[in-house]
């Protein structure tokens, strides 16, 4: 057998150990967590059985050494089923990819490598005084003489409370300005982290609740890149994964929408006229139009993904294409939500019953808070279309 084809198979058997996970555990579980807001810790212990969690880390470091390609497929499909778990799963890859790109050996073997590869990291970033900028903090961390002391409250954390560690931005010690940040890794067994309660609209099992770290203990070890390093890395590290993933189960939730529309409306007849609803032309239009619009975000997708792996092996800030990679995720989170809405049009009485189209119509309208929200990103890409800077940190730009 050829290179090429070994490394076919060898791919097509990694995406087996995926899809068996999504279909046995992912998708079984989806209902049950929506309404009972439960954390979908079964479904994220299956991915990481899987190797799935650990998709961009080294084999050196227990990972699967695969591409940001397979893990944009890999949120995408899991979103077709549940986004809770898809958007619980990004945070994840995200967080564990800033460690990849700006943390040492002694973090990667402790949080990426340790327990198999099982520990459960995510990102906490937003705080309420700045709202939507999320990259934008009070807080400001303390020093306790080599090490640091953590004081903040962030507003919403994907896995609040149950993650086994946070990559928590905050201000360094002593900032000199609101661009002097810097960021740590949080053990989430560490005493002083207090979770608030996440009750919302959609993605119920996500958790994405407050969270007050009071008095955190950091070891100095557990600083992720230098101090003040922190704009660099919010560029570079936190946002080209998460924005690539979130679009990507945004476009899972879309096609999962479609997908139940189209086997409700082939399979359900209406006996007065012996017509199944996709035997009437103004259902089909509708799918139709809801198909092109999920068609248009794969292309994309890998467009940006195959970019983001070529900066990488490069060496180069992957924020060379951040605007690129906001306007995928602002057009994926239209995408689902126009989708949504289809699908419940089409469906009826069926669709807005409690169900996964129900829900995709839910947990879709989360695409557009979720920060840059779309408001924001919209304005992002106008500055930049008309050669305006973006103002993230200063008024009037950098």
């Avoid at 497929?73 to 995200?94: F, K, N």
């Avoid at 940040?181 to 993605?203: E, N, Q, Y």
């Avoid at 955190?216 to 101090?227: C, F, N, Q």
Wanted: glycine share 12%.
């Amino acid at each position: 057998m050829s290179k090429d084809n070994l490394a076919r198979v060898a791919q097509d058997d990694i995406y087996s150990s995926l899809d068996r996970a999504i279909e046995t555990t992912v998708k079984l579980h989806a209902e049950r967590n929506d309404l009972e807001g439960r954390f979908p810790r079964e479904n994220l212990q299956a991915l990481a059985a899987a190797g799935w969690t650990g998709v961009l880390n080294e084999l050196r470091f227990g990972g699967l050494g695969l591409s940001h390609g397979d893990f944009a497929e890999a949120a995408y499909r899991i979103g077709q089923h549940d986004a809770s778990t898809g958007l619980v799963y990004v945070m994840h890859v995200g967080a564990a990819q800033t460690i990849n790109l700006f943390g040492n050996d002694d973090q990667k073997e402790r949080w990426l490598k340790a327990k198999g590869g099982t520990l459960l990291g995510t990102y906490s970033t937003s705080e309420r005084a700045s709202g939507g900028h999320w990259w934008y903090n009070f807080s400001e961390a303390g020093r306790d003489g080599e090490n640091y002391v953590l004081n903040a409250e962030k507003s919403f954390t994907t896995s609040s409370g149950q993650a086994d560690f946070y990559v928590v931005q905050t201000r360094s010690p002593g900032a000199k300005d609101q661009t002097d940040i810097s960021f740590f890794i949080v053990d989430g067994k560490a005493a002083g982290i207090l979770p608030g309660r996440w009750d919302a609209l959609g993605v119920k099992g996500n958790h994405s609740g407050p969270i007050r770290y009071a008095g955190v203990k950091i070891p100095s070890r557990d600083r992720l890149g230098a101090e003040g390093q922190g704009k660099e890395i919010i560029y570079d590290g936190v946002s080209p994964a998460y924005l690539i993933g979130l679009g990507a189960v945004w476009e899972g939730v879309a096609r999962g929408a479609l997908n139940a529309a189209v086997a409700h409306t082939s399979s359900f007849v209406h006996k007065d006229k012996n017509k199944n609803l996709s035997d009437y032309q103004a259902i089909r239009q509708e799918l139709g139009a809801a198909k092109v619009l999920v068609e248009t975000l794969r292309p994309w997708r890998n467009e940006l993904a195959a970019k983001l792996d070529e900066l990488w092996r490069a060496g180069k800030p992957q924020s060379e294409i951040l605007i690129p990679l906001t306007e995928f995720k602002v057009h994926a989170a239209e995408v689902a939500n126009k989708v949504a809405a289809a699908a419940l049009t089409v469906t009826g009485g069926y669709g807005y019953r409690r169900g996964p189209i129900e829900r995709s119509f839910r947990d879709a309208r989360a695409a557009i808070a979720m920060g840059p929200s779309n408001v924001i990103a919209r304005d992002w890409i106008g500055k930049s279309l008309v050669g305006l800077p973006l103002e993230l940190f200063y008024e009037g730009g950098e």
